[in-house]
């Protein structure tokens, strides 16, 4: 079952170890944990829905609240806090096409506003509430996730758009295929939600981003239906895929997907490897990229993400010997910056590969330490949010931010971002703990991840005011630094203001005009994106 104000499944939990709770103790002081609202008095809140009665709208106000919001920090200051203040009017849940063509139909009769709702993980706010006269409904796609044709000859495969990670990769997997797309969200993010907000996955790097692995699709939008072909190429001016990709609700609801697939690898291995300096594994990584071997992945920790993973995930008999074995080899343990690398594909092809890559690694003076780590590493890659639920019990915020920036910037952005974050609480006499990982990286640069964790304060306003604090120093450093907004989760409401940097005032006159082109009324999930 899943709880309706936190990360994933009940029964799933991710504990902290003694010496991870420690070190946080040790930088930011004993976590302050707040009074958890409770799902009785939210549902009391619940104002009379708005919409006239429909046989396939729910106006249940559990239902109403479970689709208010998404995944973002805010929101779930709002949801344990009890200061959730805007709900849906109703949400439906289409079995089929002509379901939710019909609803589409109401919508457009009653003038509801429409937000489509994949799998709910959003983490920028594009699943809130608008505020307005008009009544809002939210639109699940949650039943709109069959498969509908698998071109094995093509590697091309169709699926209903509201289609989550582990039933998508089933299906694929048992005709030996896969989409090669792992978001940290992946038990619960949709393949729609992946293409209308550009998602990364964690193999990215091998298999591309939703950018490229979305070949075509259908969306009902306000003006009708839109059909884009999965051409393997095409010069015929603009290409529309490119429309739709990142849209974020704004255009209509995509209703079905085809994808570019990929056969199941032969091998998939993934190594530790540690650097004794962030300049050197920089370098490295940098080279590595740039060498375009089969990597699935590489993601390099920073110093403090290093120890703070090397706390959260080793025992200490574990970790003293990994120590010892550093000091052997002459790595600093303060200055250590863990890498994970992973190689895929065929056999032979990883071999010649592994070989390279060494090559690369020793010469900026890398070590590799085995497997286990990168096996670790997989078996927790999607219980890792469940620490959010774990640090919030104890007292602790965790967040978020994400950019990318050409190799160039990549240390400088790192570092004005953690800046941000290490000063930003100083007003209340509050510290933050920040720590940083480049995860996708590409030839001309790499996407900078910085985690920032924060005591709760005493009321929910006030926690959400310090994170309002940060988040605006952490985005204009990216901003400043010369980076995205965003890399990987998208625009919503939370990265709005900083769009304007980066698209310029014709770039944004030109999205503005798309949506009002397309929905004139402004019924489909207004006030995000643009
Ligand atoms: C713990 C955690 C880890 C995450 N890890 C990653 C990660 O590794 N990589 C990454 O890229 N993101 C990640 N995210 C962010 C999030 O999972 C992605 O943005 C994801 O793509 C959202 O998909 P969803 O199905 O949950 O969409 P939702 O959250 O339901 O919706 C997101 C937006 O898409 C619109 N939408 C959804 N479906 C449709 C549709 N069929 N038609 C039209 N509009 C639609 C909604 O209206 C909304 O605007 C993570 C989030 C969490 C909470």
């Known amino acids: 079952m899943l709880r309706w104000n936190g990360w994933g499944d009940k029964s799933v939990d991710f504990p902290l170890l003694p010496g991870a709770r420690e070190m946080l103790r040790e930088f930011l002081g004993e976590g302050k944990p707040g009074s958890d609202y409770p799902l009785e008095k939210l549902i009391d809140r619940v104002p009379r829905s708005r919409i006239s009665p429909h046989p396939l709208i729910s106006t249940d106000p559990k239902e109403r609240i479970v689709h208010a919001h998404g995944q973002s920090l805010p929101d779930w200051i709002a949801l344990r806090g009890g200061t959730l203040q805007r709900f849906p009017d ?13 609803l589409l139909t109401f919508a457009e009769k009653n003038k509801l506003v429409v937000i489509p709702y994949g799998g709910g993980t959003s983490v920028v706010g594009h699943l809130d509430v608008p505020e307005g006269k008009r009544p809002v409904l939210s639109l699940s796609l949650r039943h709109l996730n069959r498969l509908i044709d698998l071109d094995s000859y093509n590697l091309l495969a169709t699926f209903e758009a509201g289609i989550r990670g582990p039933d998508l990769e089933a299906q694929l997997r048992a005709k030996e295929f896969t989409l090669g797309h792992f978001p940290q969200s992946f038990e619960y993010s949709s393949l729609g939600g992946w293409i209308v907000t550009r998602a990364c996955g964690q193999e990215s790097t091998h298999y591309g981003r939703m950018d490229e692995l979305f070949a075509g699709g259908e969306i009902l939008t306000p003006k009708g239906p839109m059909s884009v072909p999965p051409f393997p190429a095409s010069a015929a001016g603009p290409d529309l895929r490119h ?5 974020e609700g704004r255009l209509g609801v995509l209703t079905r997907a085809t994808v570019k697939i990929s056969l199941l690898p032969e091998r998939h291995d993934i190594y530790g490897v540690f650097f004794p300096s962030w300049k050197s594994a920089v370098e490295a990584v940098r080279m590595l990229a740039t060498a375009r071997l089969p990597f ?10 290093t120890r703070t993973n090397l706390a959260l995930a080793g025992h200490s008999w574990q970790l003293s010997l990994l120590k010892r074995y550093l000091r052997l080899r002459k790595i600093p343990e303060e200055e250590a910056c863990m890498c994970l690398i992973g190689l895929i594909g065929q056999r032979r092809i990883v071999n010649a590969a592994r070989r390279e890559a060494t090559f690369i690694i020793n010469r900026n003076d890398g070590i590799f330490v085995g497997k286990a780590m990168g096996e670790a590493w997989k078996k927790n890659r999607f219980r890792t949010p ?3 639920n774990t640090l919030w019990d104890i007292g602790y915020a965790v967040d978020t931010v994400e950019t990318a920036v050409t190799w160039d910037k990549v240390t400088a952005a790192m570092q004005s971002i953690e800046k941000a974050f290490v000063n930003g609480l100083a007003p209340w006499n509050e510290k933050v703990h920040a720590f940083t990982h480049l995860s996708s990286v590409y030839t001309t640069g790499s996407s900078v991840y910085t985690t920032f964790v924060f005591r709760l304060a005493e009321t ?13 120093a952490a985005s204009l450093a990216i901003v400043a630094a010369g980076g995205t907004i965003t890399h990987q989760h998208g625009i919503g409401i939370d990265h709005k203001p900083y769009v304007g940097y980066e698209k310029g005032p014709i770039g944004l006159s030109t999205l503005r005009e798309i949506c009002s082109h397309i929905d004139p009324d402004q019924r489909m999930n207004p006030t995000k994106l643009v």
């Open 296 to 305: 699935s992945m590489i993601r390099l920790s920073n110093q403090t993400e």
């Open 386 to 388: 469940y620490l959010r």
């Open 460 to 472: 929910p306003d006030e926690t959400l005011t310090r994170w309002q604090t940060l988040k605006k």
């Open 90 to 102: 109703g949400v439906a849940l289409p079995n089929t096409l002509g379901d939710l063509q019909e």
């Open 243 to 247: 429309i739709l990709l990142g849209s």
